[in-house]
């Protein structure tokens, strides 16, 4: 008896087991196919010297490894990139969640509110790029002129080497936070009513419930937007390329934006700028396996 | 289930009793609301007018002479743009309904059961969001190319269907539902795709709202995949035919700004009524807390 | 189930066919030549009219043209297999980087009633490399200078410059003019183009980024140049001394009536005739004023055949571009500005409007061309420089280029104001170093 109630235990367990794996195959095959083993490619191409013309490829070992690191437009791009992450990160979380905990509820205002939040992550990033820059033109501009109307004269942000990044940012952040909200709303929202009723019960105010209630409820995709967000800005690339081309002076040049530039403004480049996306692959790669651990130690708290 | 009850009652007391003390809070909302919305009305009122009304200092903000006619009759001359939506509808929802079932599929695997090499396979799963898609499009292509998919929508849909990124978000939606949900359901002897899809998928339902808003949204805007793949000009989408207005040295600002309101306007409307439908995961749940 | 399995079907032959019949329809019994360029934007609208007007045309030669702001990623990804466009638009410049893609063109002299005396020597050598004729001349945008004749008139100017100090005079006397209401400012360079940029400090007489060549061995030009220090010395003053706006966007403002005096290349030229500012267009000036006709610094565009092209499509593009130089113009109802090309080549239609260089001598040598004085006087003599950067066919070209756009930044942003000659050795000593790894690099 003992023996078939094991066997029956271990098959019930197998069954769940191989469940899982068949739901993740679709998905899982076509990664594979369509990301890793492109990805696996791109490996093979940092180790040439080469360019558009494959014919003239040439192995060259892990060459274009080592002059990495003696590059000193990489490390400085580094540097951009990191100061942009570290910038853009907290804010956009904090707007998101705080905007995403004032406009769960389904009201009439809420709902125009979130519509109204979300406009700026339908327009294109061209789009965004070419209005932003007009609106912010030192001269031409209607932001400018407003401004100058206040008595705030001579404003230059985009073309100042000192606050063009945090332009960007500005930006950047106008552009994504609709993501942020609409995915922090739809997980308030599947927090149980009950949850609250009972801490209303126990008398908790409007910002206790929002810190006992629904900060521990969105736990999950808080952590999923703030992993994906930096994976996101450790890669920036398409607003700064098309709001600033990386200018003034290399001061928005993030390291996208710089691998971007070296694979097409120069003749064998491909794969050393290929080897520089491998580097910030492991390294995005490290710190993504560091906040998977901490997220899944506090989530089995 | 006595629930809803209880709901409507707190929200109607709520908005008696702090209709005054959320007022500074909604100033702060639409000032907000403002400052987002200033650039894009700035660029939706550029396609009234014409390019040297958007140069002209000082700047307007409205328009003066109404070019709206005259823009819309040349950005309409110079593009297909029956055509160029029907291939942007196609390459849209194909990438995102199959996606949608698919990722769903797995991110509810990696929430939900326990498997050997989890881990690992979530962070090989992850690992595809690492790459600037610059370096693997080569590879991707010749892939593409070798299946001989090119210029099809195969070759357009196939590769964009799953997403690390949407495993990722159904996962957290999936893992943010009560734990007890589904033995209640297995005790009652449902099957495991049953629970998956009767109970838990309808459950994220805002969350899967969002993941076809974002998902749709991202093809329509995506300038570079649908370009590689798909060169003919009849397979072109409309985002590539209204890049066609935004110059590297000449600036058509009047045309680029209607190009890109016209492209603005389906999502618009599809997120306006998308929200309709976000209320539903809750509402017609009956979770016991 | 009947219905989703009809809807199945029905969506898998949408996917797989596409909308081939549309092709084939419009390309009915005629040879489809695909034609990608990254012409976007307004004078792109006049290349697809144009195009049209030959797909009318042309009983057996049908054009499907792409243009699009990602045309170097098309290119890079579909090359290698074989299924990019049969005829591409290209920089001379990016024929080392394309290399074995592009195809052989000697045969176009055989094949159409095109004769490569009718061609310009000194632009038609841009488009060979070791022997091997790669291109025909689509477009030689040389900069110019545009100046503001309203406020040149205001300030004062009676002489438009001709040397750069002149342009400095000029440059102050307008920027005076400037007030609290409307800011003007009397220079208008770009901080961030490096063609507009070169335009100006090759004039200087700077020679290229890098000089020198196979034979003799490369030499890095950055320090221990008098010219070349003189020409930052320069740049920079004018923005110290707030003649000259940091901005990006100096077209924009220059359409507003707040520059006096710029350099851009033809495609300005559209956006200021619709904006009613009233400007004239001359040569960039030179130090002396004189030795004008040395420096026609331009970016050649040509027409080129890839590997990707059957022998059949390449001929029927090779027919294309006959018709280019041969046919005729757009009537004055298919243009934008109502100017009626038709008894004009589309190759002279295209240089005549937006006042780009020709080399192709029947149409510079025509009386239409010829009547415009701007193209008439922007004729470099037969010695002239006409590359930027580099010599023709260097290695390092584009690395040389770019690393302009970096120097003249950080100069302009970071070097020291008031500057010398001192300063500036000081000061491109990394660049200089940069442009010898390059030179180590490819040679």
């Not at chain 2, 593409?144 to 949407?166: D, E, M, R």
């Not at chain 2, 009767?198 to 991202?218: D, E, G, H, Y």
């Not at chain 3, 302009?404 to 050795?425: A, E, H, I």
């Amino acid at each position: 008896m003992s023996a078939t109630g094991k066997k029956k235990s271990i098959s019930l367990e197998q069954r769940r087991q191989r469940t899982a794996y068949l739901y993740i195959a679709p998905a899982g095959i076509l990664l594979i196919v369509f990301c890793l083993i492109p990805l696996l490619a791109s490996f093979y191409i940092s180790t040439q010297k080469m360019g558009v013309d494959l014919s003239k490829a040439k192995f060259v070992g892990l060459d274009n490894y080592t002059k990495i690191f003696t590059d000193r437009r990489f490390l400085q791009s580094v540097t951009i990139t990191l100061k942009y992450t570290l910038v853009e990160i907290p804010l956009q979380m904090v707007i998101g969640v705080v905007l995403s905990a004032l406009l769960a509820k389904n009201t009439p205002w809420n709902k125009l509110f979130r519509s109204i939040y979300f406009l700026p992550v339908i327009a294109s990033a061209v789009t965004v790029g070419v209005t932003w820059q007009l609106v912010l033109h030192s001269n031409i501009g209607i932001f400018t002129y407003w401004l100058k109307l206040l008595g705030f004269s001579d404003v230059n942000l985009l073309n100042n080497t000192g606050t063009a990044l945090y332009v960007v940012v500005f930006v950047a952040i106008w552009k994504t936070f609709g993501i942020s909200t609409i995915i922090l709303v739809s997980a308030i929202q599947n927090i149980p009513e009950s949850l609250y009723e009972a801490s209303a019960i126990d008398g908790a105010g409007k910002i206790n419930q929002f810190f006992y209630v629904t900060l521990p409820g969105i736990m999950p995709s808080f952590w999923f937007l703030l992993m994906t967000r930096i994976i996101g800005s450790l890669q920036m690339f398409d607003i700064v390329y098309t709001l600033t081309r990386g200018g003034p002076s290399r001061t928005t040049t993030t390291l996208v934006v710089y691998i971007y530039d070296t694979a097409f403004n120069s003749l064998d480049k491909m794969g050393y700028a290929t080897a520089m996306s491998e580097v910030l692959f492991v390294f995005i790669m490290i710190i993504t396996v560091i906040m998977y651990a901490i997220m899944n130690k506090t989530s089995d708290d | 289930m006595e629930k809803g009850l209880v709901r409507t009652k707190s929200v109607s007391n709520v908005r008696v009793k702090n209709g005054v003390k959320y007022l500074p809070i909604f100033i702060m909302l639409c000032i907000f609301a403002f400052l987002l919305l200033a650039p894009l009305i700035w660029m939706c009122l550029g396609s009234f007018k014409t390019d040297t009304e958007v140069m002209q200092y000082p700047p307007k903000f409205f328009p003066v002479a109404n070019a709206l006619a005259e823009n819309w009759r040349r950005v309409l001359s110079s593009i297909d743009f029956l055509n160029l939506t029907k291939n942007t509808v196609i390459y849209a929802v194909g990438c995102t309904i199959p996606g949608m079932f698919v990722n769903a599929l797995a991110g509810y695997a990696f929430a939900r059961f326990e498997f050997k090499g989890k881990n690992v396979l979530f962070l090989l799963f992850l690992a595809t969001m690492m790459i600037p898609f610059q370096v693997i499009m080569v590879p991707l292509y010749l892939e593409v190319y070798y299946l001989g998919w090119l210029n099809t929508f195969w070759g357009l849909i196939i590769p964009k269907v799953a997403s690390a990124y949407w495993i990722f978000l159904c996962r957290s939606a999936f893992q943010g539902l009560p734990k007890d949900l589904e033995d209640a359901a297995r005790i009652d002897g449902m099957r495991e795709f049953g629970i998956f899809w009767k109970i838990m998928l309808p459950l994220i339902r805002p969350a899967m709202i969002t993941v076809f808003l974002l998902s749709i949204n991202n093809c329509w805007n995506d300038l570079l995949w649908p370009l590689l793949v798909s060169s003919a000009t009849d397979m072109r989408t409309l985002s590539n035919g209204l890049a066609m207005f935004i110059g590297d040295r000449t600036s058509e600002y009047s045309l680029a700004f209607t190009a890109a309101t016209v492209s603005m306007l389906p999502m618009l409307v599809l997120y306006i009524f998308g929200q309709k439908y976000f209320v539903a995961g809750q509402a017609t749940s009956g979770i016991k807390g | 189930m009947k219905k989703q399995i009809c809807m199945a079907l029905a969506l898998s032959m949408v996917m797989t066919t596409g909308s081939a019949a549309l092709v084939a329809n419009a390309a009915e019994e005629k040879t489809t030549v695909v034609f990608w360029n990254s012409w976007t934007g307004g004078d792109g609208d006049t290349l697809e009219a144009l195009v049209n007007k030959f797909n009318e045309e042309s009983e057996d030669v049908y054009v499907d043209m792409t243009r699009t702001t990602s045309f170097s990623d098309m290119l890079q990804t579909s090359l290698p297999t074989g299924e990019a466009a049969d005829l591409i638009l290209l920089s001379t410049n990016e024929i080392n980087r394309y290399g074995s893609y592009l195809r052989d063109m000697g045969d176009i002299w055989e094949n159409t009633s095109l004769k490569e005396e009718d061609f310009s020597p000194a632009y038609m050598s841009m488009c060979y490399n070791d022997d091997t004729l790669y291109g025909i001349p689509f477009q030689i945008s040389t900069y110019m200078m545009y100046y503001n004749k309203d406020l040149f008139e205001q300030a004062g100017v009676e002489k438009v410059p001709t040397t750069f100090d002149e342009w400095t005079a000029a440059a102050e006397a307008v920027s005076a003019l400037s007030t609290d209401d409307n800011p003007i400012y009397g220079s208008g360079l770009f901080y961030c183009y490096n063609g507009q940029n070169q335009s100006v400090i090759q004039r200087f007489g700077t020679g290229y980024l890098i000089e020198g060549d196979e034979e003799n061995g490369f030499k890095a030009n950055l320090l221990e140049n008098q010219a070349f220090a003189d020409s930052m010395i320069w740049m920079k003053n004018l923005y110290d001394k707030g003649y000259n706006p940091q901005e990006q966007d100096i077209d924009s403002m220059m359409a507003a009536g707040q520059i006096g005096v710029m350099t851009n290349g033809g495609w300005l030229k559209g956006s200021l005739d619709a904006s009613g500012v009233n400007y004239g267009v001359a040569m960039l000036p030179t130090v002396t004023g004189e030795d004008q006709k040395e420096y026609a610094l331009a970016d050649m565009a040509s027409f080129m055949l890839t590997t990707s092209a059957t022998d059949e499509e390449a001929a029927a593009a090779q027919k294309f571009i006959e018709w280019w130089m041969t046919g005729s113009g757009l009537a004055a109802c298919e243009t934008t500005n109502d100017v009626d090309y038709s008894n004009v080549t589309p190759n002279a239609e295209w240089s005549i409007s937006m006042c780009y260089l020709n080399a192709y001598l029947p149409t510079s040598n025509s009386e239409e061309y010829q009547a415009v004085q701007i193209l008439a006087d922007l004729t470099p003599s037969e010695t002239a420089q006409v590359q930027m950067f580099t010599a023709p066919g260097n290695l390092a070209y584009s690395d040389a280029a770019s690393c302009q756009t970096d120097f003249v930044q950080d100069w302009l942003f970071n070097g020291p104001t008031d500057p010398t000659y001192d300063d500036v050795q000081e000061f491109f000593v990394n660049y200089q170093a940069d442009l010898e790894d390059y030179i180590s690099e490819y040679y």
